[in-house]
T-cell receptor, first 111, second 114 residues
Framework: LAKTTQPISMDSYEGQEVNITCSHNNIATNDYITWYQQFPSQGPRFIIQGYKTKVTNEVASLFIPADRKSSTLSLPRVSLSDTAVYYCLVGDKAAGNKLTFGGGTRVLVKP | EAQVTQNPRYLITVTGKKLTVTCSQNMNHEYMSWYRQDPGLGLRQIYYSMNVEVTDKGDVPEGYKVSRKEKRNFPLILESPSPNQTSLYFC?????????????FGNGTRLTVT
């Protein structure tokens, strides 16, 4: 069972890049790494997912080193609306494994 | 619109009074799951279901039951609620056979047990 560890919180300013690292030392071969964003009173929503190396979409990038024991979510040029809690999720549901969320990182973007 | 619908959004009950929180999805997803969210503890999985009539325990299943009689519905049952089950609950669903298909979450049910 892959346990994940994330920083509890981090502050940033508008226009800066925010990088959040998630540790998952026991990641299994078939596990994917997925990041979610959650605003107050809402369910988490998908941001980005990867298996290895680097993945980029219109909102974020995900960096995964070769050993896959950690991953880093990168949010370029954040705005106030990016203030949220970000969760790292590791697992392989197709194999029937439990999906384990990290404790979440609270990101506060200041003006 | 593709969505996961939970009901009710808010529920206040008393210790020992059985309750059910419903969850329904309209995306033909095989996989469904329940999570609870508590301050400082993040999202913890209660139960999950890989398909109809297939359910399995997550990390914190004690005090909860689930059923999966139909593909679209996955109710969470608390037979005898206790105050330590006061929490924010989320239902989620996704395609099962694709490991990389993301979870779709409902908007949550805030439960208070007095």
């Amino acid at each position: 069972l892959a346990k994940t560890t994330q920083p509890i919180s981090m502050d940033s300013y508008e226009g800066q890049e925010v990088n959040i690292t998630c540790s998952h030392n026991n990641i299994a071969t078939n596990d994917y790494i997925t990041w979610y964003q959650q605003f107050p009173s809402q369910g988490p929503r998908f941001i980005i997912q990867g298996y290895k190396t680097k993945v980029t979409n219109e909102v974020a990038s995900l960096f995964i080193p070769a050993d896959r024991k950690s991953s880093t979510l990168s949010l370029p040029r954040v705005s106030l609306s990016d203030t949220a809690v970000y969760y790292c999720l590791v697992g392989d549901k197709a194999a029937g494994n439990k999906l384990t969320f990290g404790g979440g990182t609270r990101v506060l973007v200041k003006p | 619109e593709a969505q996961v619908t939970q009901n009710p959004r808010y529920l206040i009950t008393v210790t020992g009074k059985k309750l059910t929180v419903t969850c329904s999805q309209n995306m033909n997803h095989e996989y469904m799951s329940w999570y609870r969210q508590d301050p400082g503890l993040g999202l913890r999985q209660i139960y999950y279901s890989m398909n109809v009539e297939v359910t399995d325990k997550g990390d914190v299943p004690e005090g909860y039951k689930v059923s999966r009689k139909e593909k679209r519905n996955f109710p969470l049952i608390l037979e005898s609620p206790s105050p330590n089950q006061t929490s924010l609950y989320f239902c989620a669903s996704s395609f099962r056979t694709e490991s990389n298909s993301p979870l779709h979450f409902g908007n949550g049910t805030r439960l208070t047990v007095t």
